[in-house]
C-alpha cells in the first residue's frame, strides 16, 4: 500500500522559512521521481518541484532561488526547503509521486504566509 504523508507546513510571516517533509513508503523510494504541488483557494493546483531518482531537479519560476526540494533516500523523504516565503505562497502543499501506472497523493500540509 502506498502511502506519502506531508508534514511541517504551519503560519509564518513573509521572508520567514519553512520546511516541508513527505514520507513515502510502499514504493522502492529511490528509483521514482517526487514532486510538490500547490493549490491556493480559487486557483488550480500547480507543480511547485520535481526531484528525479537520480537528483536531478525542476522549478516553477516563481519559486527558483527560493525553494530547494531534495530526497534522502535512506528515509524514504522529500523535503520542500522553502525560504524567502511571501504571502503569495500560501496554499495547500501536496506531494505526488507515479508508482506503476498510478499517481498517489499525499493528504496535504497548509501554509499560510501573512504579510
Do not use: H
Not at 38 to 57: D, H
Not at 93 to 102: A, E, F, P
Amino acid at each position: 500500500q502506498v502511502q506519502l504523508v506531508e508534514s511541517g507546513g504551519g503560519l509564518v510571516q513573509a521572508g520567514k522559512s519553512l520546511r516541508l517533509s513527505c514520507a513515502a513508503s510502499g514504493i522502492v523510494f529511490r528509483i521514482v521521481a517526487m514532486n510538490w504541488y500547490r493549490q491556493a483557494p480559487g486557483k488550480q493546483r500547480e507543480l511547485v518541484a520535481t526531484i528525479t531518482g537520480g537528483g536531478s531537479t525542476n522549478y516553477a519560476d516563481s519559486v527558483k532561488g527560493r525553494f530547494t526540494i531534495s530526497r534522502d533516500n535512506a528515509k524514504n523523504t522529500v523535503y520542500l526547503q522553502m525560504n524567502s516565503l511571501k504571502p503569495e505562497d500560501t496554499a495547500v502543499y501536496y506531494c505526488r509521486t507515479t508508482w506503476g501506472t498510478r499517481d498517489y497523493w499525499g493528504q496535504g500540509t497548509q501554509v499560510t504566509v501573512s504579510s
